[in-house]
């Protein structure tokens, strides 16, 4: 189609920085003075602690008490941290917060689904969801606010590219929802980490599991390409899979690529968590057309990077997303031949087939049952899952990037009298 031509092609790497902050310490700014720790590991905490004025053993401590009552168990007031002394805890609240994403609209659909419109301190939003399923809870969690890869399905390439989100904002959008299913440990503080005694140990692991947690998983799949923005989806994952943390395996995390090929090696050894690729179409000229990263990086450099992906095997299978488009994607020799190109390249793989979930203007339209059926089929009988996924939310706008556009529509004096209805029903 002649209107593709025109579609930028994305850049390289990090084609957008995250605007200027204390860039080399890892903190954003406030306006208050103060440090927000959210989004900071133990050894950045320390050394917070140590230039505010205690010395070097006590903010190891301080820095690990605080960890644990951070991450593990969603504290944020210095207050409630019971283990540390008193007369500490003022010193805390002076100088640091504990921060969350602010939420501006929440959403929460006929079969649970939920989703939140969360705004960053400059003021831009994004989105997340939580998926509810019977064996699991995944929340999709958000890398960017808008997207640079103008994918013509996805409602989000339709919104121009402003910024990466911080290592807080994407680590404080699984606090934000652990907040909101009350998934937190209740109990006693753990008495492991009150002594100067432990200060020798190596950082242990923590013992709380995800047993019996609604939130059991996490994919990158919200707003935004997360390789595009590598180093901070790194460290924020990072802090989930921390043992004294979040604790969550990698095993639970997937995180979904339109197709950076020469970032997707070092996800796989820096993070080693599970891949997903947005594959979509299998012919040059259709995947151009939908997925434009492939003018840059085509199918067959795809795919190779794919078969070379860090930990992939039979027990860690790749995940190919395939949206299905009517009369664009879905025939029987698409079909054909995304069962031929995944075994050429001998991949561990398994395909969700994914109903278009239309929005306003959207250029296509979702394939009907009958085609995705058959579509599945015979990717079945070729011996490859294919799965096709159950179309959730669409009474919330759950597709994403439409919160996000139906808050825009709305009025700023409106915006203003439901944030200040949610703050006094908070008291």
């Not at 100088?95 to 609209?105: A, K, L, S, T």
Request: hydrophobic share 40%; proline share 6%; aromatic share 6%.
């Amino acid at each position: 189609m002649s209107d593709t031509n025109l579609m930028p092609i994305p850049g390289l790497i990090e084609p957008v920085p995250v605007p200027r902050a204390d860039v080399v310490a890892g903190v954003t700014p406030r306006e208050d003075g103060k440090i927000d720790l959210i989004g900071l590991p133990r050894k950045r905490i320390a050394e917070l602690f140590e230039a505010a004025g205690l010395d070097a053993r006590q903010a190891k401590l301080r820095a690990k008490q605080v960890f644990h009552w951070l991450y593990h168990r969603g504290v944020t007031d210095f207050a409630e941290m019971t283990d540390i002394a008193k007369a500490m805890r003022p010193w805390l609240s002076d100088r640091f917060v504990v921060g969350r994403p602010e939420i501006v609209e929440a959403q929460h659909s006929t079969d649970g689904t939920r989703k939140w419109l969360l705004r960053t301190p400059d003021a831009h939003d994004f989105e997340m969801v939580f998926i509810p399923d019977a064996d699991r809870g995944t929340l999709c969690v958000s890398s960017q606010v808008g997207c640079t890869l103008n994918c013509r399905f996805c409602h989000t390439g339709t919104m121009r590219l402003v910024r990466n989100l911080t290592v807080g904002e994407i680590v404080g959008q699984v606090m934000l929802a652990r907040d909101a299913l009350g998934e937190w440990p209740k109990g006693v503080a753990d008495t492991k980490i009150g002594t100067m005694a432990d200060l020798d140990d190596d950082e242990d692991e923590g013992s709380y599991t995800s047993d019996g947690r609604l939130l059991t998983n996490i994919v990158m799949m919200g707003m935004g390409e997360p390789l595009y923005n590598f180093d901070n989806v790194r460290d924020a994952l990072k802090l989930v899979m921390d043992g004294d943390g979040l604790a969550l395996s990698k095993r639970r995390i997937t995180l979904s690529t339109s197709g950076v090929v020469p970032k997707m090696a070092q996800c796989g050894e820096e993070i080693g968590v599970n891949l997903a690729v947005s594959l979509h179409a299998v012919t040059k000229d259709i995947r151009d057309e939908i997925v434009p990263i492939n003018r840059k990086y085509g199918i067959e450099e795809l795919l190779q990077a794919c078969a070379d992906y860090p930990g992939a095997s039979n027990a860690r299978r790749i995940t190919f997303e395939y949206v299905m488009l009517k009369d664009k994607n879905d025939s029987d020799d698409d079909a054909r031949e995304l069962v031929r190109l995944l075994k050429h390249y001998k991949l561990p793989a398994k395909v969700n087939l994914i109903p278009f979930n239309p929005w306003p203007g959207a250029p296509y339209e979702c394939s009907t049952p009958e085609r995705v059926r058959r579509f599945s089929d015979i990717v079945f009988e070729a011996g490859i899952s294919a799965p096709v996924r159950t179309p959730r939310g669409r009474d919330i706008d759950a597709a994403c990037g439409q919160l996000k556009t139906a808050a825009e529509k709305k009025s700023r004096a409106e915006l203003d009298r439901l944030y200040e209805e949610k703050q006094a029903a908070l008291g």
